[in-house]
């Protein structure tokens, strides 16, 4: 339990609330729009256009992960990768001022509603035990039980995580399975809980391609267009991911180029299960609340 009073009420979880209901509209309208021979960056657009429209602002890129893609694939500036009968995860962030909420759900047109209906109900099962005092890894296991259940493996090395102000990832992380150490939940705490589940062997590695990128460490650099790329992340993205494509500066992927090679900014590989496998993904954000949890993106 909290030591001490939080209050809920306060602007900070207003700004989760607001984030949260426009990614809840612009999930559902989202989701709706991918068919198959839909192009991906028509879809990433729509989502991020529509963020801004309703008065928030992407908290990262779009995500659009595709059969063994588990996370950070995103449509280059001009990807005309179209949607075939795949399994399409679609994970959508908002911030209000710096305060965040996080969503995913997957849109199967490839044929394995299982898969797909695993990660929901792990997350719902998952939902149900959130309140202040239970551990994290209390939380994964009943998010493992329920995946193994339908005979599919969750992703053991994706986790949920906590939201805090310009960071899209805090402590605490919140397991995809049953730990023996794990982090009690507290009134107030935001968290994004989002279980993967596979029909592979429920790890993840790097693929090659970088579309995502976040600042790292905001030095001086010589180069213009890498100033001035630099300038528009400190300024605009802060601490919390952006594309490509989201760069107003020319030769874009060069200026990204050389701020890595400087250690300004890092990248982020698209996650990959094994080739020939499917990876499914729900996801809510939750505050912690004295009898519960408030789920802000439903």
Partial sequence: MAEHEVDLEAEQYE????????LRQVREETADRVEVGVSHLEVAEYAEDRIRELGGKPAFPVNISVDEEAAHATPAIDDDTVFGEEMINLD???????????TAITVD???????????????????????PGVETGEIGAEIEEVITGYGFNPVVNLTGHGLGHWEQHTSPNIP???????????????????????????KVTEGGKEEIFSLQTDRSVRNRQARRALEQITEEFRTLPFATRWLETDRAE?????????????????????????????????????????????
């Fill in 15 to 22: 700004n989760h609330r607001e984030a949260g209901e426009i």
């Fill in 92 to 102: 959508i962030g908002v911030h209000v001022d710096g305060w965040l909420a996080d």
């Fill in 109 to 131: 047109l490839s044929g394995n509603p299982e898969l797909a209906e695993a990660s929901e109900q792990a997350l719902e099962a998952a939902l149900e035990v959130v309140e």
């Fill in 176 to 202: 995809n399975r049953e730990v023996s150490q794990g982090v009690a939940l507290e009134v107030g705490d935001v968290v994004a809980i989002e279980p993967f589940a596979t029909d592979g062997g429920g």
């Fill in 254 to 298: 060069m200026a990204l180029r050389r701020l890595k090679s400087r250690g300004v900014v890092h990248g982020y590989p698209v996650l990959k299960e094994d080739d020939g496998c499917l990876v499914s993904q729900k996801e809510h954000t939750v505050i912690v609340t004295e009898d519960g949890c408030e789920v802000t993106t439903r």
